[in-house]
């Protein structure tokens, strides 16, 4: 056998991307292209970086010291999980891929590669922004005359061997992104998505860390999939030592074939690194993400927002919905949303998906009157819709049975009296888009809760699995919706928080973080899906009393609180509100309208606390003259006087005005007396050094309260 087929480019280079925050580095030696370092900002380099990174040759192992390339071959000795993995009929089962080309800027790279034997072409792109958010995308061209079966594609970083630990985010129903923390052990941590859709138990990035990493400081690398369906992440340590994160869209069989000349676009994955701990990473992603110039603050203020869902489920009874409208303007809402049951049959949900059209039994005169009326009272409409499902029971269903995804003539299971609509079916994906439109057109509305409420299961069209192209659909849907309707906004909902990721961002405006508005369990959601999703992209509504997910009671103040840190906004039957309650709705709506500049634009911190009964968090403005911190105890402080709060992020020589402010409701104490500077009602002074490195004594709080104190420059 003589030297490996394909190539021309055999010069070794050194090539470096760089942000202020980290860099990427690039050897192309022997046509492949290696990623000697991928973390902290380089910003100086001496000659010997390739020789300092090889390897000998260890006893039982290969003659000459292999780099795994990017791509991660076996062809290349590479003995891991790889990164491509496909065939031709059985055929071409293992790819020697070639670096053809390179082109790079300061931040980008594309490298060119191709298998001659194979018969395949690869384009990879690397794209580092100022941020440190690193984007990677590749296509894959068939360049054979028989067709392509690509069984898998994964995107791999390397790791140093200093990252211990993996983080990543798993959940339920009602309970999406709790953390789970373990060592980096030998093998393959793997989280994987097989619903169809992004899922409650979506990880949201997978994250390695240093062994002492937390919310202040350490070193974190993060990867995602930008993509609503299946997918992968994985984190792999071999016995060589080499440590690797990987993530990627996860195919079925025979999901995505390539004919003879054919281009497949691979969804891409969201790199991020920081050594600034995990709030750095989630100042790098929302820097990413607020720069865009699409971002919704960055086109106007997020509005209060009132969803009805909670309060009248599907009884919709025109005046009770106007009576909840009366005091939702009064106390100072500025969206009113009508959720699930407008619609042709839907008095429950055993029918109606699939027929978008008003039900005359409940609207007789369509939804004119209503958002007349909410629009007089200087409210603007939004209006749900679960447009990529159909129950049985619907028009749809019985002139186009045909149009579920579906497999080998069987129906799937059932998933809340729904099936999934086909929307990779033209006329299927015709008739949502007509229908949506068709509403969005009639009507003055400015806002669409679009849900998802079931997994995919046995999700095929033709034969041939179908989640890839149904993932494509729903983006193209979104799309082109907005392109009708430029001023529209988009909530991802999908049974609560299982459509959020970094791939459908691009299309929508807002999610709906879960379903569960209960305020202690909102504090750990909103938490760690902050460390992705910036405040003002997530819904966070005070929750009815008990909470309908818990029956848990807890006090306005503490669920007002824990709505303020997001897209704040109401779950809940306020014409059932006590008076006291509602004059604390009232001056937080207030307070919401006066900090919703700094909340939607600061950094978030949130305070590596020694008692885990408390959480300490906050927005620190990015020009640090001002902020808003919550003291929230989830449970009794585990000594007599809880632990001092410190607060850092300000200016450490700056003096700052600190004071508890009430406006969200006193809340409960279980003390005599308050903590000193609580007693002084203008507030106390002290240096932003003061705060970070002493803190404040909090106030004794029974389980479920809250405290939330404003952070003022003197200067
Ligand atoms: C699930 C959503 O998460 C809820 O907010 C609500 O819109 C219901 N669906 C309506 O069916």
Not at 19 to 26: E, G, H, M, N, R
Not at 138 to 144: I, V, Y
Not at 159 to 184: N, Y
Request: with cysteine; aromatic share 8%.
């Amino acid at each position: 056998m003589g030297s490996p087929p394909g190539g021309s480019l055999a010069r070794t280079e050194i090539i470096t991307l760089s942000s202020p925050v980290s860099s990427i580095i690039f050897d192309t030696a022997d046509n492949n292209l290696v990623i000697k370092h991928w973390g902290a900002h380089i910003a100086i380099a001496g000659s010997g970086l390739q020789a300092a990174t090889t390897k000998s040759v260890a006893n039982s192992g290969f003659d000459q010291p292999l780099p795994s390339g990017v791509l991660r071959e076996h062809s290349r000795g590479f003995l891991g999980h790889p990164t491509i993995s496909g065939h031709r009929n059985g055929q071409a089962w293992s790819t020697y891929f070639s670096l053809t080309k390179i082109d790079h800027s300061e931040r980008d790279l594309a490298a060119h590669f191709a298998d001659a034997s194979a018969l395949l072409k690869l384009v990879l792109s690397y794209s580092l922004n100022e941020f440190g958010i690193l984007k990677i995308s590749a296509e894959l061209t068939n360049s054979g005359t028989d067709s392509y079966n690509l069984e898998q594609f994964t995107y791999w970083l390397p790791l140093p061997d200093r990252a211990s630990e993996v983080m990543d985010f798993t959940g339920r129903w009602s309970h999406e992104r709790h953390p789970q923390r373990s060592s980096i052990r030998y093998g393959v941590t793997s989280r994987e998505i097989r619903e169809g859709r992004t899922g409650h138990d979506y990880t949201i990035a997978q994250l390695a860390l240093a062994g002492s990493t937390e919310f202040a400081h350490g070193e974190v690398w993060g990867l995602s999939v930008a993509w609503s369906g299946n997918s992968i992440h994985h984190v792999e340590r071999l016995a060589t030592g080499d440590i690797s994160i990987g993530a990627g869209e996860l195919l079925e069989p025979g999901e995505i074939i390539l004919a003879p000349g054919a281009t497949h676009t691979i969804p891409s994955v969201i790199a991020n690194y920081s050594n600034e701990g995990l709030d750095g990473l989630s100042h790098n992603y929302y820097r990413w993400l607020r720069a865009r110039p699409n971002h919704p603050t960055n086109i106007r203020p997020r509005p209060l927002t009132l969803n009805v869902w909670e309060a009248i489920e599907f009884h919709h009874d025109s005046e009770k919905i106007r009576a909840i409208a009366d005091v939702a303007a009064e106390v100072g809402v500025e969206r009113f949303v009508l959720d699930d049951g407008w619609f042709n049959l839907r008095r429950h949900d055993r029918a109606g998906l699939g027929d978008w059209v008003v039900d005359k039994s409940v609207w007789p005169d369509g939804l004119a009157p209503i958002i007349k009326y909410i629009n007089d009272k200087g409210m603007e409409f939004g209006l749900w819709f679960e447009g990529e499902m159909i129950n049985p029971d619907s028009d749809l269903y019985r002139a186009h049975p045909e149009w579920i995804l579906h497999e080998a003539g069987r129906l799937p299971p059932l998933w809340r009296n729904q099936q999934v609509l086909d929307i990779t079916h033209p006329n299927a994906y015709e008739h949502v888009l007509r229908q949506t439109d068709a509403i969005l057109s009639e009507y003055n509305i400015s806002y669409i809760k679009w849900d998802h409420n079931r997994v995919l299961v046995d999700a095929g069209h033709l034969g041939q699995a179908a989640v890839h192209n149904q993932t494509a659909a729903i983006y193209r849907l979104f799309a082109e919706l907005k392109t009708r309707h430029p001023k529209l906004e988009i909530e991802s909902c999908a049974s609560g928080g299982a459509r959020i990721d970094l791939g459908v961002i691009d299309y929508v405006d807002r999610f709906w973080t879960s379903d569960n508005n209960d305020a202690l369990e909102r504090q750990m959601i909103q938490r760690w899906t902050g460390i992705v999703i910036p405040p003002e992209l997530c819904g966070t509504h005070i929750g009815p009393r008990p909470g309908n997910q818990t029956r848990r009671v807890t006090d306005v103040s503490f669920r007002a609180i824990t709505a303020l840190f997001g897209h704040a906004g109401i779950e809940w039957d306020i014409t059932g509100a006590t008076a006291e309650e509602l004059i604390v709705i009232k001056n937080w709506i207030s307070l919401y309208k006066r900090k919703r500049g700094l909340l939607h634009s600061g950094k978030a911190i949130r305070v590596d606390h020694p008692d885990s009964n408390s959480f300490i968090y906050g927005v620190v403005a990015q020009d640090r003259s001002e902020a808003l911190f919550a003291i929230a105890a989830r449970d009794m402080s585990e000594s007599t006087f809880p632990a001092m709060a410190r607060i850092p992020g300000l200016d450490p020589l700056r003096i700052y005005r600190v004071k508890v402010i009430t406006d969200a409701g006193p809340g409960k104490r279980m003390q005599n007396s308050e903590p000193g500077w609580m007693q002084i009602a203008e507030g106390i002074t002290m240096s932003g050094m003061e705060l970070d490195n002493i803190g404040l004594r909090p106030p004794i709080l029974p389980p479920e309260n809250a405290i939330l104190i404003e952070i003022t420059s003197t200067e």
